[in-house]
């Protein structure tokens, strides 16, 4: 084989006696799963918002964004929900560039994996016990969910990998919610019958264990954009796109039809400052057709301390490192807009 083996790393159970949860950070966690997917089954009508920022990239700026939503989550708790982003893994089309916190705890250093397992855990238990949120992850590489899986209440799939077979089978046997994104070409099929497939109980092999799912009723569609064979981008959450994706639904045996529309990336053309409007044209959609306004449930923005992103070797607070998000001030203006339309 091409490659060095380093080093052997400990198992999630090592890394979770290393960094307990606690009892009551257990049943917030718990309190906070029930939640989301009373959203999710239409048992509340409260609008599910999953925000933050593009990558997480230091503990000490994360968590002083998380902190800050929880008094906005306060004033909008009748009509949002919120699930912060802490996105620690970060997929690149080429391989190349900041691949998040998992491979890179330190952006400015080296990368370190047995460090960037520790240092992700530590962040999402600090983020439930310090602000009481069990925030939402993107499931990059499935074998490692079981590092995070006592501290998160929503995972996404996203759109390079929601064709593979061993994210379908892992999604079909979580406990939380799963967003299935559409691929980055656009093919709504591939999407649904990665649904299909989560919602579904398997045999598998997973981290060297023959297992059994029972099937995961809470998997969904997240409509995030897409790009055509000459590299331009095309938005999904308009009207009609939602339309067609409800008659999909219709279509097909699936329970707890949903979608959360992802307001950046393709959707926005990457151009960060548009995501307040799709998200206000979105649920524009849901108020003027019952058959969107049942599926539409929730929406994802990215969003951090400072607007935009920052260039390589500028090291800034609070602003990504990754793709550009909205800042603080906006954010929140955006937020208490967004209650006042539901």
Not at 84 to 93: D, Q, V
Not at 148 to 168: F, I, K, P
Not at 181 to 205: E, R, W
Request: charged letters at 25%; hydrophobic letters at 35%.
């Amino acid at each position: 084989m091409n490659m060095q083996f380093k080093r052997e790393l400990f198992s999630p159970q090592e890394l979770k006696q290393m960094y307990p949860l606690t009892s009551e950070g257990t049943e917030r966690k718990a309190d906070n799963d029930r939640q989301v997917r009373e959203v999710l089954d239409g048992t509340s009508d409260r609008l599910l918002l999953i925000i933050g920022p593009c990558s997480a990239d230091r503990e000490d700026s994360v968590i002083d964004y998380i902190s800050r939503l929880r008094p906005l989550q306060e004033k909008v708790a009748d009509k949002i929900l919120i699930v912060p982003r802490i996105y620690t893994n970060k997929p690149r089309t080429t391989g190349a560039g900041y691949k998040g916190m998992l491979h890179q705890p330190d952006p400015i250093a080296s990368p370190d994996l047995f460090k960037g397992l520790v240092s992700i855990r530590r962040l999402h238990l600090r983020a439930l016990l310090e602000t009481g949120f069990s925030c939402a992850d993107e499931m990059l590489y499935p074998e490692n969910h079981h590092f995070l899986s006592d501290l998160l209440s929503y995972v996404a799939v996203g759109a390079r990998s929601v064709e593979n077979q061993q994210h379908r089978l892992v999604a079909s046997g979580l406990d939380i919610p799963v967003g299935m994104k559409n691929p980055t070409g656009g093919d709504l099929s591939v999407m649904m019958t990665s649904i299909n497939a989560a919602q579904h109980g398997h045999s598998f092999i997973y981290r060297n264990w023959d297992v059994q799912s029972k099937g995961n009723p809470y998997a969904h569609a997240i409509l995030r954009g897409y790009v055509d064979n000459h590299g331009t981008s095309h938005p999904n959450y308009h009207y009609e796109d939602l339309r067609h994706l409800a008659d999909l639904y219709e279509a097909g045996s699936y329970s707890n039809p949903a979608v959360i529309v992802d307001c950046n990336h393709s959707n926005s053309g990457k151009q960060f400052l548009q995501q307040g409007r799709i998200a206000k044209e979105v649920l524009h959609s849901a108020r003027e057709c019952d058959t969107v306004g049942k599926i539409v449930k929730g929406l994802m923005i990215e969003s951090y301390i400072e607007d935009g992103a920052q260039k390589s070797g500028e090291h800034l607070y609070g602003c990504s490192i990754t793709d550009p998000c909205l800042g603080w001030e906006k954010t929140e203006r955006l937020v208490l807009e967004l209650a006042s339309l539901r």
